[in-house]
Structures are given as C-alpha cells and as structure tokens.
C-alpha cells in the first residue's frame, strides 16, 4: 500500500460515521468552543469522573484527540476506545477527559507540527495553542482541575500520537505526561528527530509509547514506524529523560486501529496518571 492509500484509509476511518446506538457514557457531554487560531469552532467531548457531582475533589486532566473515536461507537468508524467504560469500571486515580474533535479534512494540518512537501499540514502550533491559550483556560476555571504541568497529560494515536509527543516538547510548561499511540512520525520524522535533539527536555517527563509490530511494514516508506519510535525514544532517554519515565511498547501481531488502542488504554492509562515517582 502506497502511503497516499494509507494515510487515505486512516482519514476515511477517523471521518467516516456511521448509524448506530449511542454507547457513550453518562458521564460524557460535549461543548462548543471557539477557536480563533485555526478559525473555527470546535466540538469538545468532556468524560467527568463518577464521583465528581458528590464530591469537592480536583483531578487531573487528559487532553486527547479525535474524539469521535474516545467515547462512543456511533461516532467512530471501526470502534471506540472505551475510554468512558473504563474509567466508569474503576474507583480510584481517576481523571477528567477533554476529547478535542478533529477537523475532519483539517485534520492533517491541525496535527502536524510541520509541513509535509507531499501531505502538506503543518498548523500544530496553531492546533496547539488553542489548547493552552482557549481550550484550557476554560475547563480549568468551570472544573475542578489540577491544573499544573505535571497534572497535565496529552494523548492520541497516529498524527495524535505524534503531535503529543511535539507538544510537551515544544510546550514543557503546559504539558507533563504524552500518550503517544502509534505515532505518524515518519511524517515529521526530520524535523521532530532535529527537535528533540536540539531541546533541552525535563528529565521527569513522562511518556508511554506504543505501536504495533505490523503498522507500516506495508507502507511504500523507507520511515518504519517500529524503528522510529525505538529511535525517538533512544533519543529522549539520551536527552536525560529518566528510563523509568518512559516506556516504550511493541505490541506483536498489533496493526493500526481502534482495537490495539483500546485494548492497551487501561495499562497506559494507570501508568500515566500514577504520580507515585
């Protein structure tokens, strides 16, 4: 498969909606937000934990893309991550979830950090700033958020998981922890390698990568995104990140959807927001 069909197939499956029962959550409700800095509006997915009504506790805050995919099978092509499932199943270490919808045919340039000669993109910084300067200035104040960096998580798959790993890069002081799900980097993979090498990265950051063993074997790419993700994390770890800050998973037979993202959410997820150093 050339990489023009895959990166088609990806945007069809990320796009494409279907008709069929609502399985979201209770605790899931959404919101429409201005976004200046791409010139649009957004629809926001927000998960809030079972207790919050009951109680007056603060929690931390996961920031995740494509959130048509997150919460509930009417709106994602090929499956949900069960994202809300989840967390209605456990009682503790719980976290408020902001899903970000993409942009449908914008969706590439809101999650690329730089332009492609090819695909084009290259608005991360935009996408991105509309988290930190309108996005979540607004959930901090109307939530009971812990809201500093290390409180403070972004996640996605693909071109999400790619520009999770630009973001706390690029954005130390906002952003903690990355969630970074088969990531595109092959993309970006010049750029993104020049920036990590040329950054100076908090060792104390965290990041859980993933990826399976079968995604990109079939891409018309010299990029693997196997080898690409071992090397990124070679370089973070030579950066001074804590090797017990990063984990860096290969899933065997794993391909690139849905189901192998929401099959290692749980595992990630409790290694994420376990603050216990």
Do not use: C
Not at 19 to 39: C, G, R
């Amino acid at each position: 498969m050339k990489i023009a069909s895959f990166l088609f197939f990806f945007i069809l499956v990320s796009t494409f909606k279907i008709e069929a029962q609502s399985t979201a959550s209770k605790q899931v409700s959404k919101f429409t937000i201005e976004a200046p800095q791409l010139d649009t509006q957004k629809t926001i997915w927000i998960y809030l934990p079972k207790g919050y009504k009951d109680s007056n506790k603060s929690y931390p805050v996961i920031y995740m893309h494509d959130a048509q995919n997150l919460f509930d099978d009417k709106t994602s092509y090929v499956g949900e991550w069960k994202i809300d499932e989840y967390l209605d199943s456990i009682e503790t270490n719980l976290s408020i979830v902001i899903g970000i919808e993409h942009g449908n045919e914008k969706r590439i340039d809101e999650l690329t950090p730089y332009v492609h000669p090819k695909y084009g993109g290259g608005k991360g910084d935009a996408y991105l700033e509309f988290i930190i300067e309108a996005l979540k200035p607004i959930v901090d104040s109307k939530y009971r958020t812990l809201s500093a960096k290390e409180h403070t998580t972004i996640w996605g798959s693909s071109l999400g998981g790619l520009i999770s790993l630009y973001a706390v890069i690029k954005y130390p002081e906002v952003f903690g922890k990355a969630g970074v799900f088969s990531p595109a980097i092959w993309i970006n993979k010049s750029e993104i390698i020049s920036l990590v090498k040329e950054a100076s990265i908090d060792p104390g950051k965290k990041f859980y990568f993933l990826v399976g063993s079968e995604e990109g074997k079939s891409m018309d790419s010299a990029s693997n995104m196997v080898s690409d993700q071992h090397e990124i994390v070679k370089l973070l770890k030579e950066k001074g990140v804590n090797d017990d800050h990063i984990i860096n998973k290969v899933i065997l037979d794993g391909h690139h959807n849905e189901s192998l993202w929401s099959t290692y959410f749980p595992e990630a997820y409790q290694w994420l927001t376990n603050n216990k150093e």
